[in-house]
């Protein structure tokens, strides 16, 4: 075990106070300072004999940082062990540091024996050990004698391999999508997108220049590398046009720069242009020929936007279409619609360089012409078959029907056999014999039915015909059946006394006759029974049944076709009497 640590402080104020009290004589002759990793000479080791002395039992102290100008032992040097004797081979001796005295007194060894002790005393595991000017090293004459092989310097570190040199740096390509943000009376917000290639040496930021128009004077408004894609310019004047670049920078030096397309112009825009275009607007606009048209589109934009209008590309025939602008609105105002009033009108409005734009389809229409020809195809029975064409002026929009109508030559009188007919051919039927019969046809759109319409040339003749009726022959049909039970007869109970009915009912063709049976014995005309039947239902009155009158009820029904029964059981209970009345 290495022994315990020392503070080296102390141990350096002790030697000069041992110093002052024995003093050695001044040696004649100064041997040389011991080299790096050698032993001391051997005079400096004490007499022979005597001890080293031991340096006081203390309690282990925190160490003391080294003085300023101690020297630190070779890294290579081994750390003394606890059994071995203290001795100063370890310590590099430093260019201060004097050389002990050749024939030193046994009491001047003292203080190097001490300060031997406490550098002893040094942590094991430390790389190097602190020397003052004031110690001097001192051979131990007990040294072990592989003390020089412990102390032999380490060998030196293999250098690094040299790197090999770098690739030559170049600057990148240029960057992308320049264009302006915003704008005000005093600056200008520009946004870019980052170069395409970068390259190895990456991409250090950049330069943002401006020169006004008509010159080719750049500077540089920003001093240092701008990292972000998007930069103000500040403190401008306002109404001065501008030419901007932008140029990124890196260790290759400039890329070549992006430019703006148009100089721009610093003034406020404090609302870009904006047209709101009314949702009823969005689709087709029709109106019939003589309306009024009043159409008002809203917009924004700040300062005042500068309003435009064009048709079909064109500018607008302002004696025919009138527009007025406020600082909100525009009106587009046509007095009396015309068919030539139709197109698609386009709105702009604009603010310096910002723009914007809607579109309407105004569509003029009125009534359409009437078909451009109407004949008769075919005529039998009480039947004409027309077809007519499609009129040459549908009244600038679609048709959507025909109104067909027959007029009977003796009374002239128009009557409508079909409208909202939407094919080009009909079939007119029901027309009255002997009677001669003329046709027209009227056009149909959104404006309604055609002033005029086209009367076929042709006349349809309904002519008489012998007509001989022969009735149907029918064959008559064969209702007989057998007799059937659609109801039958269900179990009755009854008390003594109380008078019961028995219902069915039967059906059948000839009409069949109906008996009643008790007990398989036919009752025929027994006062007590009656019997009814009509419209097929049968009944069987028991008028106040006695004990004996229970049993099987059976009616049968009989034709020339068949016969049927259904039976059923009669119970007869007797009443319940009182216990009182049995006492």
């Known amino acids: 075990m290495p022994s315990k640590p020392a503070p080296i402080k102390k141990a350096a104020k002790k030697e000069p106070a041992k110093k002052e009290e024995k003093a050695p004589e001044p040696a004649p002759e100064v041997a040389p300072a011991p080299a790096e990793g050698e032993a001391a000479p051997a005079e400096a080791a004490p007499a022979e004999g005597e001890a080293p002395a031991a340096p006081p039992a203390e309690e282990p102290k925190a160490p003391t940082p080294p003085p300023a100008d101690a020297a630190p032992t070779d890294e290579a040097a081994a750390p003394v062990a606890a059994d071995q004797p203290a001795t100063d081979a370890a310590l590099p001796a430093t260019e201060e540091t004097p050389a002990a005295p050749a024939e030193a007194p046994v009491d001047a060894a003292a203080p190097a024996t001490e300060e031997t002790s406490a550098a002893t005393k040094a942590p094991a595991d430390a790389t190097t050990a602190p020397a003052t000017e004031e110690a001097a090293p001192a051979a131990d004459s007990e040294a072990p004698a592989d003390a020089e092989a412990a102390e032999a310097p380490a060998p030196e570190e293999p250098k690094p391999p040299t790197p090999p040199p770098p690739p030559p740096k170049e600057p990148t390509s240029v960057p992308l999508d320049l264009f302006v943000e915003d704008k005000n009376d005093t600056s200008v917000t520009i946004i870019w997108s980052q ?182 195809v075919d005529t039998w029975g009480f039947n004409v078959a027309l077809e007519w064409t499609p009129p040459t002026d549908n009244g600038n929009t679609e048709i959507t029907g025909y109104t067909i109508q027959k007029a009977d030559k003796k009374t002239g009188d128009w009557f409508t056999v079909l409208e909202h007919y939407h094919r080009l051919n009909a079939t007119i039927s029901d027309l009255i014999m002997g009677n001669t019969y003329k046709f027209r046809v009227f056009s149909e759109n959104k404006c309604g039915i055609s002033n005029d319409a086209t009367v076929a040339k042709e006349e349809a003749k309904i002519t008489k015909t012998g007509i001989e009726y022969k009735p149907p022959e029918y064959k008559e049909h064969d209702f007989t059946e057998p007799p059937k039970f659609t109801t039958s007869l269900n179990d009755r109970a009854t008390t003594v006394g109380y008078s019961t009915k028995l219902l069915c009912s039967v059906r059948g063709c000839p009409k069949p006759k109906v008996t009643w049976m008790k007990n398989q014995m036919i009752i025929g005309d027994d006062p007590k029974f009656r019997q009814i039947c009509v419209q097929g239902i049968c009944s069987l009155e028991i008028r106040k049944p006695g004990n004996f009158d229970g049993g099987v009820y059976s009616c049968k029904a009989k034709n020339d076709h068949g016969e049927a029964t259904v039976s059923c059981k009669l119970e007869v209970k007797q009443p319940a009497v009182a216990d009182a009345d049995k006492k």
């Open 195 to 376: 170069p395409e290639t970068v390259g190895p040496s990456g991409l250090d930021g950049y330069t943002i220049e401006v020169c006004k128009d008509g010159t080719e004077d750049w500077k540089a408004v920003n001093e240092d590398l701008q990292k972000s894609c998007r930069y103000v310019i500040k403190n401008q004047t306002t109404g001065d046009r501008l030419k901007i670049r932008v140029v990124a920078v890196n260790a290759g030096g400039r890329s070549p720069p992006v430019t703006l397309p148009e100089a721009v112009l610093v003034k406020e825009v404090a609302d870009r242009p904006k047209v709101r275009l009314p949702r009823f607007l969005r689709q087709r606009y029709v109106a019939q020929v003589g309306a009024k048209i009043n159409l008002t589109i809203p917009f924004t934009g700040k300062p005042k936007p500068v309003v435009t209008w064009t048709k079909n590309g064109q500018p607008l025939d302002t004696k025919r279409v009138n527009i007025r602008s406020t600082d909100r609105d525009s009106i587009l105002f046509i007095r009396a619609s015309e068919r030539d009033d139709s197109g698609v009108y386009e709105m702009c409005v604009k603010v310096d360089d910002f723009e914007d734009k809607a579109s309407l389809i105004l569509q003029i229409v009125e009534l359409p012409g009437p078909p451009a020809s109407v004949k008769i």
